[in-house]
């Protein structure tokens, strides 16, 4: 028997313009937790889309307790004991928890002894004791789409862990999670250790690594770079060997001066009781004000209010001292407002366009010959601009952003709003699920924007971006701003005070 349950040897796979995986390599013993770390595109999730089928290897050998196998598709892959977390949810909102547990596995009963039904009944009630054996306090029949985005992530984990794998993969899985659920995940994955599991586990979040790693394998541009035990590494140490030099700082210098203020939102209630309620804040030119908080502090929510897509019963928005009358997106637009959405594959990217598509869509009416007719000569200019300013790593503008990493989207969806030229620029997790480079890039560009005047309001769960970019801190808590908090004078303590003062 081999020490490994499974292996990966000579991987490599190719797409139009790009090659994904290099004769990369992954060797997970049982009841280990296996760190994959590397930048956005280093092919960390390309393997593991290899692993559980979804992707045909060009090159390249699976084995499983030293013998080797073929994965056709993940119906297969779960049918060897391997599951897998998405990064991206997929849920079906209109559906009950236990549907979406154990879609394409439903346990069948036979009606008139012949006939094959969905046995509901099994379903639920094996569902309800899944969920109370991974402690998730929800109902099997409770519809998904009740659920908060940290909640389905919770529910993904326990569909897999219901397949009774030998090999679990997560990808980004704490990327929506409170502390207290991210603590809970760790007691699943410490039981599921016990029971001899193999964990992947990808994620940019140095301090679970370290916390919660075995082993660390490093890729960058599609190569195996090494494998190290992780209780060996320090955080410098895998940043240097996942960016292939070192980062001295985390947070580029930033030469914004705040002047005047310029953006103003006055006793902004939600339509809804339970959300944001009484809120008022101003920003100013080249200022960073960055939105702490902790998930379900409806920081979002208000965002969206201001952007015009939830309503609200009161309050006003000024931008220059003009009020601003906003009851859709496209009047935030129109006046110079701009969002980056807190999920990219949900509200951000138009996964079946190209990059060129999903930059120019904001700003078409820009760029029309006689009113009606695109000018693709100027479209064209305005994205290579966008990809040249931005570091987009592509191919080509006409590649689908679908194709492209976590990190290259996020800086294709800036372009977009950038084309628009706003004077206010609301950010939603703007590095959410994002690797360390990429996320200093990201930190140039909205420094960069700050500096040249632009008012930027930028909503983050990690506590090192928000005292890192922040010129200022607004807290919310429960739907209330709880108070402000200068940026040279912000600690971890008086952030999370405010978020936890409750009424």
């Known amino acids: 028997m081999s020490e490994y349950l499974l292996e990966m040897k000579g991987v490599s796979k190719a797409f139009p313009g790009v090659k994904a995986l290099d004769h990369a390599q992954l060797q997970l013993k049982p009841g280990h937790v296996h760190a994959l770390m590397g930048e956005n595109g280093a092919g960390k999730s390309t393997l593991m889309k290899c692993m559980f089928g979804i992707y045909k290897m060009d090159e390249g050998q699976i084995y499983m307790n030293g013998e080797p196998v073929t994965i056709k598709d993940p119906i297969d892959a779960l049918s060897k004991g391997i599951a897998m977390v998405h990064q991206e949810l997929q849920p079906i909102p209109a559906r009950p928890i236990g549907e979406n547990i154990y879609l394409g596995r439903y346990p069948l009963k036979k009606v008139l002894g012949f006939i094959p039904m969905v046995d509901h009944e099994k379903m639920y009630s094996d569902t309800d004791a899944l969920l109370k054996k991974v402690k998730l306090p929800f109902d099997s029949r409770q519809l998904v789409g009740t659920l908060s985005t940290s909640q389905m992530q919770l529910v993904e984990i326990a569909k897999a862990v219901s397949a009774n794998c030998r090999v679990l993969i997560l990808d980004e899985p704490t990327s929506s999670l409170t502390q207290r659920e991210v603590d809970s995940l760790f007691d699943i994955i410490e039981d599921l250790k016990n029971d001899g599991v193999a964990i992947v586990y990808i994620s940019h979040k140095m301090d679970e690594i370290l916390r919660i790693s075995d082993e660390v394998t490093i890729m960058r541009d599609g190569q195996y770079i090494g494998t190290w035990e992780a209780k060996n590494l320090t955080t410098n140490m895998i940043i240097t060997k996942m960016v292939g030099r070192e980062l001295t700082n985390l ?253």
Request: aromatic share 6%.
């Open 251 to 503: 947070f580029p210098k930033r030469e914004n001066v705040p002047g005047e203020v310029a953006f103003e939102v006055n006793d902004f209630t939600s339509i809804n009781p339970k959300s944001f309620r009484h809120v008022s804040f101003n920003i100013r030119k080249g200022e960073i004000l960055g939105i702490g908080g902790l998930v379900g502090a409806q920081r979002t929510e208000l965002m969206e209010g201001i952007f015009g897509i939830r309503s609200h019963v009161s309050g006003e928005v000024k931008l220059n001292g003009k009020t601003l009358k906003i009851d859709r997106p496209k009047n935030a637009i129109d006046h110079g407002v701009a969002m980056l959405t807190e999920s990219r594959r949900e509200s951000g990217i138009m996964g079946v366009l190209s990059i060129a598509d999903n930059i120019s869509i904001a700003s078409l009416n820009k760029y029309l010959d006689y009113g009606c007719v695109i000018n693709s000569g100027k479209v064209e200019n305005l994205v290579q601009e966008n990809v040249h300013k931005m570091n987009i790593k592509t191919p080509s503008s006409k590649t689908l952003i679908q194709t492209l990493s976590g990190g290259n989207q996020q800086k294709v969806i800036i372009g977009r709003w950038l084309a628009n030229d706003p004077d206010v620029l609301i950010l939603d997790e703007p590095t959410r699920g994002i690797d360390v480079g990429a996320k200093y890039e990201i930190y140039c560009i909205i420094a960069e924007l700050a500096k040249q005047g632009k008012s930027i309001l930028m909503i983050t769960s990690e506590m090192a971006e928000l005292l890192g970019m922040s010129d200022r801190i607004m807290v919310m808590c429960d739907g209330r701003c709880t108070g402000f908090i200068d940026g040279k004078e912000a600690t971890q303590e008086k952030v999370m005070a405010l978020a936890t003062q409750f009424e």
